[in-house]
């Protein structure tokens, strides 16, 4: 199996992804597909050790910037680094694609070359954040700002097949965020959202949970907009860095401290790779037919490494196809 991975996006440039996407594909034992300027991607590639991996360069020699417009910028550059991966998924040359360019982009080519799985109206982004019992799935991260009631029922479904087939959870729980637990919280979006989620077969619901219960892992899959959804991702990125850069400063505040904190290092440098961004690799673009990541711009060697390892448990576990099939089941009250 190869990945596709979109080498010039990210905000540190492709040779910083072009390191990182061959060394989870050495971790994963997968090949790679690689999409850009051929020349960029190629000069990339001298400099970093890819023996052991198959390493597949596709020339790609239009790029969409983070400023421009998503469906614009689809539609204007067809050959953009972006577009060539997935078309790489689309005709079986990779199992799944990794870009940490233009989220939208992304996800506005994603939907324009691979099509919606049939049974679902809208994609949602979904990545599991730090939590006390592990990771708890959230979603939708940004892909839908505003939207429907039984969109919501849709991505709890989504949710509930890719905690079990990704992340290993045997039976997930499903909670709905909202500003309170009781089921008369929340604004109307929530309100018209928690009897259709009661009511849903298939997927095991367990009210509201609030902002708080993520880290707590309350429930295993956690439903919400997109708006909120991003809004609770950037405050707890925000969140962990402050910890991080507030433990490091007492720390070191003096000669005594630092003794402390030396004999503490390897606690400390756990508790990081919990809390890192880098550690969880991207978000999966869920609804599309194919696997998608979504990598965080800033993303390091680290972390695209890591995308590419989500991307191989996205295709091995082939969760495109387990969704669809949740969705033609009749506990998903779709029918056939």
């Known amino acids: 199996m190869r990945i596709a991975v979109d080498a010039v996006g990210g905000d540190h440039g492709v040779v910083v992804v072009v390191a990182g996407a061959v060394a989870g594909a050495r971790r994963h034992g997968v090949g790679l597909v690689l999409t850009g300027p051929e020349e960029a991607v190629r000069a990339a590639l001298v400099g970093t050790d890819a023996a052991g991996v198959e390493v597949v360069v596709r020339d790609a020699p239009e790029t969409i910037g983070m400023d421009e417009h998503p469906a614009q910028a689809v539609r204007r550059k067809p050959r953009s680094s972006i ?21 939208g982009a992304a996800m506005a080519a994603a939907l324009l070359v691979l099509g919606r799985i049939p049974g679902i109206d809208r994609p949602a982004i979904a990545a599991p954040l730090p939590s006390r019992r592990g990771r708890t799935l959230v979603l939708d991260l940004g ?42 919280k929340g604004n109307l979006l929530v309100q018209e959202t928690h009897p259709l989620l009661a009511a849903a077969e298939g997927i095991d619901f367990r009210g509201n949970v609030e902002g708080k219960d993520i880290p707590n892992g309350v429930v295993d899959v956690v439903v919400t907009d997109g708006f909120t959804g991003n809004v609770a991702l950037k405050v707890a990125e925000g969140v962990a860095g402050f910890v991080g850069e507030t ?14 904190a030396a004999l503490l290092r390897p606690a400390f440098r756990a508790a990081r790779a919990k809390l890192d961004y880098a550690e ?9 037919s194919g696997v998608v990541v979504i990598a965080h711009g800033r993303s390091n060697e680290t972390a695209i490494a890591n995308a590419v390892g989500v991307a191989v448990r996205g295709a091995r576990g082939d969760v495109a196809a387990e969704i669809a099939a949740a969705l033609r089941s009749p506990a998903s009250g779709l029918g056939q």
């Open 83 to 103: 577009g060539v991966a997935l078309e790489a998924v689309k005709a079986g040359e990779a199992g799944a694609m990794v870009s940490a360019g233009n989220s």
């Open 247 to 260: 433990i490091r400063a007492e720390i070191t505040g003096s000669p005594l401290r630092k003794l402390a």
């Open 280 to 288: 969880t690799g991207g978000a999966a673009l869920l609804g599309v």
């Open 143 to 184: 892909a839908v700002t505003d939207p429907k009631p039984h969109h919501l029922v849709q991505f709890a479904r989504m949710g509930t097949v890719y905690a079990r087939e990704v992340l290993g959870v045997a039976a997930p729980t499903v909670g709905l965020l909202a500003n309170g637990e009781e089921a008369t």
